[in-house]
């Protein structure tokens, strides 16, 4: 990895790409710690300390911690990953959607712009449920009023836009996607009060000890397990037919088609997580009396019940399938081989060949979902059955994130390094 970012940086267009991508970063970290007026964020990270182990810790590590602080960039990426799933799952709904993303690069700029106004007033929603929240701490805001909540408002919703834009920067100027450089950029922010806060919070002494070796067990276990799971492939032998080219043969060689085991990356964990936190910002936003119906059900499905895990890990499932379905198409990949002349062993061209690849591709993107949604609710029942050991609830999917998205960084990276030192057959 290492020397693969040394040799990027020695080419001037990947080396502008990486300082681009990460002086967004800086300004997006800079963004996490500007106050927003009306706020006292003292008292709220002081509750904060108190909610261990809570979805709002999840929201928060989202955050980069801003959230705890009530800063500018509170709601971080959650309404931009939000808006873009619903986008996703109404272009697969509704048919005049699907026509207009197939339109090519016009259809997807409408796309793209429909996303960022669903962007704008999904951030709007929440701001307003993470101020109805705010409201119910005593002391948190020193002004109640009724132009107070709009600027608080605002300034929530202006920077929901801004962290889309910085995103959008990095997709177009940078290297990576900017959703998943940003939720890494978090996430590294926030990991070492979270080891503190699993270590220094048990009592005992030997509690701490054991918890502090069993915290780098688990930490060295979930990366090495991630790096084999995404470089895990199932490879289908190709067999290309020769032909002849004026006085030339070519074609007759064997190759395969590599098919890894996790295609879709960390983008499945993070589009469940925003999913299972939508009625935690419900409940920020209506704020239920204890003991009526509505305050049953938010906390049957919360973060402390089982059917929180068992909704998250179903929800990683679907949406490997469902990330697969948009990324990869089975009968485009059995075209291009029919037509290159190539066959799958064992199988006939065309629609037999789609076949096979889709049902290749349904066993392996199911055994890579079911070990990722295991390692990500392996920690949440962990705390659930210890609950001093609440902060590693989201360790192990905060620990997904940030190895698949540095993985997929370094592959980029590699990516067009190769597109660069790649001579073609005319030299």
């Known amino acids: 990895m290492f020397t693969t970012l040394k040799n990027?940086?020695?080419?001037?267009?990947?080396?502008?790409?990486?300082?681009?991508?990460?002086?967004?970063?800086?300004?997006?970290?800079?963004?996490?710690?500007?106050?927003?007026?009306?706020?006292?964020s003292g008292i709220l990270q002081a509750t904060f300390q108190s909610a261990e182990g809570s979805v709002f810790q999840y929201l928060n590590i989202l955050s980069g911690e801003a959230f705890a602080r009530g800063t500018l960039f509170a709601l971080s990426v959650s309404p931009y990953i939000t808006a873009q799933i619903i986008m996703q799952l109404l272009t697969i709904a509704i048919p005049a959607l699907e026509r207009i993303a197939?339109?090519?690069?016009?259809?997807?700029?409408?796309?793209?712009?429909?996303?960022r106004y669903f962007t704008v007033v999904l951030a709007v929603v929440t701001a307003y449920g993470y101020y109805a929240w705010l409201r119910s701490i005593d002391g948190v805001l020193t002004d109640r009023g009724f132009f107070a909540g709009l600027v608080i408002v605002a300034t929530y919703t202006a920077g929901a836009a801004l962290v889309m834009w910085l995103a959008e920067k990095i997709n177009e100027h940078g290297i990576g996607n900017g959703i998943s450089m940003i939720l890494f950029?978090?996430?590294?922010?926030?990991?070492?009060s979270m080891i503190l806060g699993i270590v220094l919070n048990p009592e005992s002494l030997i509690f701490k000890i054991v918890a502090a070796v069993l915290t780098a067990v688990f930490v060295i276990a979930i990366v090495a397990f991630v790096v084999f799971v995404t470089e895990s492939e199932r490879r289908i032998p190709v067999q290309y037919a020769k032909k002849v080219v004026g006085r030339k043969m070519?074609?007759?060689?064997?190759?395969?088609?590599?098919?890894?085991?996790?295609?879709?990356?960390v983008m499945p964990i993070i589009f469940a997580q925003s999913i299972v936190s939508i009625p935690a910002t419900l409940q920020l936003i209506f704020r239920p009396e204890a003991g009526t119906v509505w305050y049953k059900i938010f906390n049957a499905i919360g973060y402390t019940s089982p059917i929180y895990a068992i909704v998250l890990f179903i929800l990683i499932i679907a949406f490997a399938y469902f990330y697969l379905a948009i990324s990869f198409n089975p009968v485009e990949v059995a075209n291009n081989i029919k037509n290159n002349g190539g066959v799958v062993l064992g199988i006939r061209p065309g629609k037999p060949t789609a076949d096979y690849i889709a049902k290749i591709l349904s066993r392996v993107t199911l055994i890579g979902a079911i070990f990722l949604g295991l390692i990500a609710i392996l920690p949440m029942v962990l705390a659930m059955v210890v609950p001093s050991l609440?902060?590693?609830?989201?360790?192990?999917?905060?620990?997904?994130?940030?190895?698949?998205v540095a993985l997929e960084f370094v592959r980029e990276i590699e990516s067009q390094l190769m597109m660069r030192n790649y001579k073609g057959f005319l030299d």
Do not use: C, H
């Open 8 to 40: 990027a940086w020695k080419v001037a267009e990947l080396r502008q790409k990486m300082l681009f991508t990460v002086i967004i970063l800086v300004l997006f970290r800079l963004g996490s710690v500007i106050p927003v007026p009306y706020f006292d």
């Open 102 to 115: 197939k339109e090519g690069e016009t259809g997807r700029r409408k796309i793209e712009t429909w996303t």
């Open 185 to 192: 950029a978090n996430i590294v922010a926030g990991l070492p």
């Open 250 to 265: 070519y074609g007759g060689q064997s190759s395969s088609l590599p098919i890894k085991l996790n295609m879709s990356g």
């Open 390 to 404: 609440g902060n590693i609830s989201f360790g192990g999917t905060s620990l997904l994130i940030v190895v698949g």
